[in-house]
């Protein structure tokens, strides 16, 4: 049980701009009291706007099951999108004021930011920490009630009247709709000194569309443990070190958390060679010196023995025109362990007859309820016979992969180019081989976000589980 919870500054985060002063505020006074006046001392908590404050300060002294350092200032917890449940992360003062002092060396200085994501995450929050860094107030963007293009535009006209550089931060997400606005919020967006995107992978086509289209985009990687954002356009920030182990990214500098306050035990941070590094969930490359990462180590698939890298085959998948977003996720199999599962949203590219057929075949997106029910194995293990193929005693597939020829295969051309999910598979097939082609593939209107905007995997995967039970998905 933790004591300091009954003193811990327990504020909304979001983006409502009352909520978002009263943030401000905290983080101004704990980070840069006036001289000769002592640090509140008060751990601040930034939760989402609707949470129920006494139900956080019970479960922070249920969670928190260590001892909390002195020097953490803010506790924030991570999405957990993969897991379920995120970490309570205990950060410090000096380690997010490193964050905020390595961007303004990594873009122009000090700037006017336009906050346009919640302030209980760390890209929101981190919004904030630069903001009072730079003794220059943040625009709020309120997007409570949806994200607006024309909101954020009329922000950087506003950002863009005074000296300063100006500044924001986004999803992907984000930047896909402000691709779809008019000419002339683009051009106000365009107008920024730099547009940080990030929160998950962005697709590399749609980072070309908007630097085609004038914006100053600047891909970030980093997370919650990290302060947010520490490695821009592929380069460690100042203060920040980047090395891969065995494919896993490995972090280590000034902007590391202090630890993980609801599990003090855990491995994600190690010392060697007289550094503190934490250890990512993350597998990338070093392309140079500059950092390439490839997707995440808990999410790969392993079909048949062969191990699937679901990012690579989202990428893949987005080449279509057909496809506008994907997310690519493991189901349970009998035989298989697991096979690689499509989940799509079409684009307005996509035939109307395709579309058409997949919805008689998928129809509508299933609900949150729906999507929640529980035991994925028996659902999979029913339909294991409509899966073909053969697996070895080793595990491993007959044959080239772990697919077997099939019906789509046999198909003649006519007929693979009509069916939009034949022509995934195909596609993938072709460019990354038979057995990271997705056997499962379900079209929905949207794909379930959470947080600031990231794809909830879990939320997906139970989904095409939903699909599947109710027949509706397109099994190979």
């Not at 699937?308 to 496809?323: K, M, S, Y």
Request: charged content about 20%; aromatic content about 2%.
């Amino acid at each position: 049980m933790w004591d300091g919870s009954d003193s811990a500054r327990i504020l909304p985060g979001g983006t409502r701009p009352d909520d978002v002063a009263t943030l401000l505020d905290a983080i101004h006074a704990e980070f840069t009291p006036a001289a000769g006046m002592p640090r509140p001392g008060r751990v601040i908590v930034p939760v989402a706007p609707d949470s129920d404050i006494d139900e956080v300060r019970q479960a922070l002294a249920r969670r928190v099951t260590g001892p909390v350092s002195p020097a953490v200032s803010v506790i924030l917890q991570t999405s957990g999108s993969t897991t379920g449940r995120g970490h309570l992360v205990g950060l410090s003062r000096l380690s997010l004021t490193a964050g905020a002092l390595a961007t303004e060396a990594a873009l122009r200085g000090p700037g006017r930011w336009i906050l346009a994501l919640p302030a209980h995450h760390v890209a929101g929050f981190q919004i904030l920490v630069r903001a009072v860094t730079a003794g220059i107030a943040p625009i709020v963007v309120d997007t409570t009630a949806g994200f607006s293009v024309e909101a954020l535009a009329r922000a950087a006209r506003r950002a863009r009247r005074g000296s300063e550089p100006a500044y924001t931060s986004i999803v992907p997400t984000q930047l896909s709709r402000i691709l779809q606005a008019s000419p002339e919020a683009i051009a106000d967006l365009a107008a920024l000194d730099a547009i940080l995107v990030g929160g998950q992978a962005c697709d590399a086509d749609l980072l070309a569309r908007g630097r085609r289209a004038g914006l100053r985009l600047v891909t970030t990687y980093g997370m919650t443990e990290t302060g947010g954002g520490c490695v821009y356009d592929g380069v460690p920030l100042r203060g920040t070190k980047v090395a891969t182990v065995n494919t896993r990214i490995w972090i280590s500098g000034t902007t590391l958390m202090e630890g993980y306050l609801d599990d003090p035990d855990a491995a994600a941070l190690v010392a060697s060679g007289g550094r503190r590094w934490l250890r990512t969930t993350d597998c990338g490359r070093m392309v140079g010196a500059k950092l390439e990462v490839t997707g995440r180590a808990d999410a790969v698939i392993n079909t048949g023995g062969v191990k699937v890298n679901p990012g690579l085959v989202e990428d893949c998948l987005r080449t279509l025109p057909a496809v506008e977003d994907v997310c690519v996720v493991a189901l349970p199999h009998s035989e298989w362990g697991q096979v690689v599962t499509a989940v799509f949203v079409p684009s307005a590219d996509a035939e109307p007859a395709e579309i058409a057929a997949m919805r008689r075949r998928s129809g509508r997106a299933c609900t949150d309820e729906a999507a929640s029910s529980p035991e994925l194995k028996d659902a999979m293990a029913a339909m294991s016979a409509a899966i073909r193929g053969t697996a070895t005693e080793a595990g491993t597939a007959a044959g080239e992969d772990p697919t077997a020829s099939g019906e789509d295969e046999a198909m003649s051309e006519e007929e693979r180019d009509r069916d939009i999910a034949v022509r995934m598979r195909a596609h993938v097939a072709a460019e990354l081989g038979r057995a990271q082609a997705p056997r499962i593939v379900c079209m929905v209107d949207a794909l379930p976000l959470m947080g600031i905007g990231k794809v909830d995997r879990r939320r997906v995967q139970a989904l095409a589980q939903a699909e599947v039970r109710a027949n509706r998905a397109w099994v190979r």
